[in-house]
């Protein structure tokens, strides 16, 4: 993507080494070797990110940094100093700008740094939009525009014509219900029955009844005869979900309806026959289960015909913009308030964060943020309030006067700053394997510097 930047430095030489850098880049270049140039500059062109000094003869880097926050909100700031510390870090970012790069620095620190500068400009643009050109529901409810998930898409696609049986393989909250409810939408027997069971919610004794049934007198309390699951959905498509909690007894009945297409109802000796599509889902590792015995071997092979993996939220970050978007016209459509506006320092927060509970975690946050924020615009302190629960904290400071708001406003800033600045570190050890050196150059940050904050919020490695 070619980007244009301006480069804002009283030093010619450092203009001039940035320009030749960014051009062999294919990028769009202009500098201005003062502050009050810069502004006159901005007054006439829009950029897409602006590296600018800190310490200038005329007009410093503050000011040129405010004025863009003010006039050019969706300009991305990069500051350059060579009076780097951690606390004048801190306070550019405070006042809005993206990144600091200190000098002296290298031609690939520096494009790091616009690279990174590049995919905030990417969420501003996005986020900026009044439509996102979003299809209300997704793919049969599956948001996003991701290589991963359109590769999910494209296998959906694939199998639904078939009566394939589907193993959908995916952490908690990642769609694997919609995921078969859109196999089944696909499908040839999409105008018959849909039934969905979650295996870890019945006992032994009960799931048995559950899905084949049962004759009267079968067991104490079987005061009728009970259709199961398998004959009231005959023709049409049953979803199973957690198949790795079936009992080791339950799982040879269901390998021979898997071969045979028959069951016997508990406490009968009459065999059925049934026509049913069957999706099974899982998150965990059922081949490791077949090696501890917990998990036939058999009826590993026979549910793994097709499995379809579904991503985890952390691995398709670029699909949160749009699954934020739909939940909060959901869930302002179900409280009946306008879609407040949302920054793009609030939607970069969503993204730094590691999300364990996946899809269904974005969802009750966005649900959490509609309560929360009173007005029209969603901030980076909303975010850490739905996120981190910290609006009881909120509620429990409501100030009395002026003074004491903005101060609280600071507090509650400087809070939700510190919360993506451990989160931030955090991940960063975690995907390096804990590995300090690694991950400090993974995110280009001094060793020492990243050492610091690691001290600062006293991270340590989890036994």
């Known amino acids: 993507m070619e ?10 030489v450092i203009c001039k080494s940035c320009e030749k850098i960014f051009r062999r880049a294919g990028h769009s270049i202009i500098y201005a070797i003062s502050g009050r140039e810069a502004l006159q500059i901005l007054e006439r062109e829009s950029f897409d ?51 600091y790069l200190p000098k002296p620095f290298t031609p690939s620190e520096l494009l790091a740094v616009l690279e990174r500068a590049l995919d905030k400009r990417k969420i501003i643009k996005l986020s900026s939009e009044k439509c996102l050109d979003i299809d209300e529901g997704g793919f049969e409810g599956l948001i996003g525009k991701s290589p991963k998930m359109h590769d999910v898409q494209k296998l959906i696609h694939k ?25 089944h ?7 018959e029955k849909f039934f969905a069971l979650d295996i870890s919610t019945l006992s032994s004794t009960l799931l048995e009844s559950e899905l084949f049934g049962h004759v009267k007198g079968s067991f104490t309390g079987a005061h009728v ?22 009992p080791i007894e339950t799982q040879s009945r269901l390998l021979r309806l898997l071969q045979e297409k028959e069951f016997i109802p508990v406490g009968s000796t009459i065999v059925k026959k049934v026509d049913v599509r069957l999706i099974f889902a899982t998150n965990q590792n059922l081949k490791q289960l077949v090696s501890n015995g917990k998990f036939r071997e058999d009826l590993y092979y026979r549910l793994n015909v097709f499995p379809i993996k579904l991503p985890p939220l952390r691995e398709r970050k670029e699909d949160i913009s749009e699954l934020v978007m739909h939940f909060l016209k959901k869930y302002c459509a179900q409280m009946e308030r306008t879609v407040p506006a949302i920054q793009s320092e609030a939607i970069e927060a969503l993204m730094n964060y590691h999300w364990p509970g996946n899809v269904r975690e974005l969802e009750h946050a966005i649900e959490r943020l509609i309560i929360i924020v009173e007005d029209n615009e969603i901030q980076p302190v909303h975010i850490s309030a739905a996120l981190f629960r ?74």
Not at 3 to 12: M, P, R, W
Not at 161 to 183: F, M, N, Q, R
Not at 185 to 191: F, L, P, Q, T, V
């Open 49 to 99: 990110v602006v590296f600018t000094d800190l310490k200038m003869m005329d007009i410093g880097g503050m000011e040129v940094l405010q004025t863009i926050k003010q006039k050019h909100p969706g300009t991305v700031v990069v500051v350059i100093t060579g009076y780097a510390t951690i606390s004048s870090a801190v306070e550019t970012m405070r006042s809005g700008a993206f990144d």
């Open 159 to 183: 199998v639904a014509p078939t009566d394939c049986t589907v193993l959908i393989i995916g952490e908690s909250g990642t769609g694997k219900d919609l995921t078969a409810k859109a196999i």
């Open 390 to 463: 910290a609006d009881s904290y909120i509620s429990s400071l409501i100030p009395q006067n002026s003074s004491e708001l903005k101060i609280l406003k600071q507090q509650i800033r400087e809070s939700s700053v510190q919360e993506i600045e451990k989160l931030f570190i955090t991940e960063a050890l975690i995907r390096n394997n804990w590995n300090i050196s690694k991950a400090a150059r993974e995110v280009d940050m001094q060793r020492s510097n990243f050492q610091a904050l690691i001290r600062k919020y006293n991270i340590s490695k989890p036994n």
């Open 3 to 12: 980007a244009k930047i301006l480069i804002v430095d009283d030093e010619l």
């Open 225 to 246: 005869d009970k259709q199961g699951i398998f004959e009231f959905a005959n023709n049409g498509t049953i979803f199973l979900d957690e198949i790795g909690n079936l």
């Open 185 to 191: 939408n696909n499908s040839k027997r999409k105008g």
